[in-house]
T-cell receptor
């Protein structure tokens, strides 16, 4: 089983749609969780950290379910500029981050 | 100016050649990382360093070596390049968060596209 698994997609949605991505992780000792965004042929950039209580940043909401070992990202009112690959990332304290392979989102007009 | 820089940005080389990819950062971070990215395989960790005297192998270190010359510099070498090392290589940096158990955000360089013929 891969340490971090994501549905690769692609998710093709119209502008204004709500889309959700899920991610599962295998190591129950994982302590930190993130969503990164990567545009085509560019470097990954942090989108948001994921906290146990769930957190929201504008149109983006991230949630963590430790019992089921999954993380979600919800994007509301999708924009064309949201088209990118979204990487689920986890780590344990004192180790390097482990990246999922990413989920590709394409938003069309 | 970019906080994390990589040189070269693109490189085409031949099988058997020695190649060095360089990474420099002005963020003052202690931790530095090298990843490679291949289509369908995502980002895979090659080596990482938590300070100047610390070097750790990642998931796919075979065929690679690194040198942490200073806090701000971390270079990746391919002693004898082979075609399956053709990939996009990223350097990243981070600084540990104060809170125990909190993960550190990584900041990536723009990447080096390496082609081994």
């Amino acid at each position: 089983r891969k340490e971090v698994e994501q549905d690769p997609g692609p998710f093709n949605v119209p502008e204004g749609a709500t889309v959700a991505f899920n991610c599962t992780y295998s190591n129950s000792a994982s302590q930190s969780f993130f969503w990164y965004r990567q545009d085509c042929r560019k470097e990954p950039k942090l989108l948001m950290s994921v906290y146990s209580s769930g957190n929201e940043d504008g149109r983006f909401t991230a949630q963590l379910n430790r019992a089921s070992q999954y993380i979600s990202l919800l994007i509301r009112d999708s924009k064309l500029s949201d088209s990118a690959t979204y990487l689920c990332v986890v780590n344990q304290a004192g180790t390097a981050l482990i990246f999922g392979k990413g989920t590709t989102l394409s938003v069309s007009s | 100016d970019a906080d994390v820089t990589q040189t070269p940005r693109n490189r085409i080389t031949k099988t058997g050649k020695r190649i060095m990819l360089e990474c420099s950062q002005t963020k003052g971070h202690d931790r530095m990382y090298w990843y490679r990215q291949d289509p369908g395989l995502g980002l895979r960790l090659i080596y990482y360093s938590f300070d100047v005297k610390d070097i750790n192998k990642g998931e796919i270190s075979d065929g690679y070596s690194v040198s942490r010359q200073a806090q701000a510099k971390f270079s990746l070498s391919l002693e004898s390049a082979i075609p399956n090392q053709t990939a996009l290589y990223f350097c990243a940096t981070s600084s540990p968060r104060i809170l125990a158990g909190a993960g550190d955000e990584q900041f990536f360089g723009p990447g080096t596209r390496l082609t081994v013929l």
